[in-house]
């Protein structure tokens, strides 16, 4: 089973709808969560932190269910613009000092006209 | 504007010809990091500097090695590129509180073709 686990898509939106992404992750002893945008040939760019208490930026929602081990990204009012591929990514603790990023494959999101 | 460079932004190969990726920081940040993204897949961490110290993920090849001659620099060597080391090579800085590392920021990569 993969550490990081999302639906790689395509999501095929149209302009103005509301998309949610879902990830789950394995290591219960994950501590941090982010989601990352990454555009065709780029460079992932960080999109947003996730808390517990959930937090929103803007369109954008994150939320995280630690007990179900699971991390949400809700888009609202989609823009062509937010067409990317969207990783969940995942901060893991595997004992010492060793603290390290795990990502997930990415769902892309298609926004149409 | 603090940023992290790649370069080259392209770099072609023959297979087993040794070649230098090169990243560079402006953000002051204690850690680096180097992946590999091959197409559809996740970014794979190869390995990462905190300050000098060199810390390698369990299944990176010992073609990859790196160099960190300063806060500011990391370096990449591919010793014999393969045809499978084809490959999108990202560079990432991020800082480290206590034991967690920060979010990080990604250089724009660098392309390798082996031919």
């Known amino acids: 089973r993969k550490e990081v686990e999302q639906d790689p898509g395509p999501f095929n939106v149209p302009e103005g709808a509301t998309v949610a992404f879902n990830c789950t992750y394995s290591n219960s002893a994950s501590q941090s969560f982010f989601w990352y945008r990454q555009d065709c040939r780029k460079e992932p760019k960080l999109l947003m932190s996730?808390?517990?208490s959930g937090n929103e930026d803007g369109r954008f929602t994150a939320q995280l269910n630690r007990a179900s081990q699971y991390i949400s990204l809700l888009i609202r009012d989609s823009k062509l613009s937010d067409s990317a591929t969207y990783l969940c990514v995942v901060s893991v603790n595997y004992g010492g000092a060793t603290n390290k990023l795990i990502f997930g494959t990415g769902t892309l999101l298609a926004v149409q006209p | 504007d603090a940023m992290v460079i790649q370069n080259p932004r392209y770099q072609v190969t023959q297979f087993g010809k040794p070649v230098t990726l090169s990243c560079s920081q402006t953000?002051?940040?204690?850690?680096m990091y180097w992946y590999q993204q091959k197409s559809s897949q996740a970014p794979k961490l190869l390995f990462h500097y905190y300050d000098k110290d060199f810390n390698n993920e369990a299944d990176t090849p010992d073609n990859f090695q790196s160099r960190r001659p300063n806060t500011s620099f990391c370096f990449l060597d591919i010793r014999s590129p393969g045809l499978g080391d084809a490959a999108m090579y990202l560079c990432?800085?991020?800082?480290?509180?206590?034991?967690?590392?920060?979010?990080?920021?990604f250089g724009p990569g660098t392309r390798l073709t082996v031919l």
């Open positions: 990432a800085t991020s800082t480290r509180t206590g034991s967690s590392y920060n979010e990080q920021f």
């Open positions: 996730v808390y517990s």
């Open positions: 953000l002051n940040h204690n850690v």
